[in-house]
């Protein structure tokens, strides 16, 4: 009799363990499943394997649930279901779980809008050194918001936050020190430092902080006056979809502002650029 590859190439003692209910191994291997690592990629089994663990109180199941559930990957979309399992997450202390509930509040998916709430648990999310929620804290009180206006404008507080992002590579949070230092705010109006960080976002592939570094080339600002630069960071942010990265490449393409010899060198080092890799935030 023949043997499924998927059955010779699955880790068998993580399967084992998993059938016999160890939580861990359960999320493991529908993590291998979710990925086609030794396996077949599978989400249904994937879902599967993690709801046995998420019914045992396994945190991390409990957030890959939840994300499995609000993208409908292996089970119906439903973002309430999602929400609920995010929550068994975060009251057990998981980081991106709380993340995750801080976005639901501040966005008001499934539960009310509520900025307050979404502070409490960002916080006790980048009480962790989880990166995403301190990037998400700075840019509130850094900008003020449709909704709330600037209630919660704090420039020192957003800096603080923003700073501890971005020592963990988050790009967002590089790209909104670029802000705070183009326009003093919570630190000193500084372009040669708003050009250090736009650029260390775009390097990533931020498209925002693609955007924003054109315009310090386009402008001069920081860094010398360089309209190949300026169009390559334009179009790199364009290309994303970026509103401010369109509308500096439409000035290029309205007004012809290359020769065609340096518009050709813009558009190769277009298709010369590769994003950094980025460091995992946790």
Not at 31 to 47: E, L, P
Not at 67 to 95: C, E
Not at 215 to 227: A, E, M, S, W
Request: glycine share 8%; aromatic share 10%; charged share 20%.
């Amino acid at each position: 009799m023949g043997i499924q590859a998927q059955e010779t190439n699955a880790n068998f003692q993580a399967t084992q363990a998993a059938d016999k209910g160890d939580a861990k191994a359960q999320y493991e291997l529908s993590r291998c499943y979710a990925r086609g690592i030794g396996v077949q990629r599978d989400a249904t089994k994937a879902v599967q394997y993690l709801r046995q663990s998420a019914d045992q109180g396994y945190a991390d199941a409990e957030v890959m649930l939840g994300f499995f559930y609000s993208r409908g990957r292996g089970v119906p979309r439903n973002l309430a279901t999602a929400v609920s399992w995010y929550r068994k997450a975060a009251d057990q202390g998981n980081a991106i779980a709380q993340y995750a509930m801080g976005n639901f509040y501040a966005n008001g998916i499934v539960v009310t809008n509520d900025m307050d709430a979404a502070i409490q648990w960002w916080k006790k999310a980048a009480d962790q050194n989880q990166a995403e929620a301190e990037a998400a804290l700075g840019q509130l009180y850094l900008s003020p918001t449709e909704t709330y206006g600037t209630n919660y404008l704090n420039y020192a507080e957003a800096v603080r936050w923003l700073r501890r992002a971005a020592a963990q590579d988050s790009a967002a949070a590089m790209n909104n020190l670029g802000v705070a230092c183009e326009n003093g705010l919570g630190v000193d109006r500084d372009f040669k430092a708003a050009a250090k960080w736009y650029r260390a976002a775009a390097e990533q592939g931020d498209a925002l902080g693609e955007a924003n570094l054109g315009q310090l080339y386009f402008d001069g600002r920081g860094v010398p006056f360089d309209l190949i630069q300026a169009y390559k960071w334009f179009k790199l942010s364009a290309n994303q979809g970026n509103g401010i990265g369109n509308n500096g490449l439409d000035n290029f393409q309205t007004h012809l502002l290359l020769k065609p010899k340096d518009l050709a060198e813009a558009e190769q080092m277009v298709l010369d650029f590769r994003p950094r890799p980025t460091k995992s935030l946790p």
